[in-house]
């Protein structure tokens, strides 16, 4: 997820989030997962922020990654 620095502060990431899981509600999906890369301490704090808890790594492509999870209600 990546915004222009012109619109970075704005809460943009904490209104997509939102809208991604209005959108899940809305079609029966009660369940989220997301991974992103240990150095993107940022996004792992967006993803703490929002509810997300990290649940352990994931191998993808040869290299791990933190996973986070989010069960939706």
């Known amino acids: 997820m990546a915004f222009s620095q012109n619109f970075r502060g704005m809460g943009l990431v904490d209104a997509a989030f939102a809208l991604i899981e209005k959108l ?8 989220i997962r997301v991974d992103t890369d240990f150095p993107n301490k940022r996004m792992q ?3 703490s922020k929002n509810g997300f808890t990290q649940r352990g790594t ?3 492509q040869g ?3 933190p996973a986070y999870d989010k069960l939706l209600s």
Do not use: E, N, P
Request: charged residues 5%.
């Open 24 to 31: 899940c509600l809305g079609s029966g999906v009660s369940y």
């Open 45 to 47: 704090h967006i993803l």
């Open 58 to 60: 994931i191998v993808f």
């Open 63 to 65: 290299s791990g990654k």
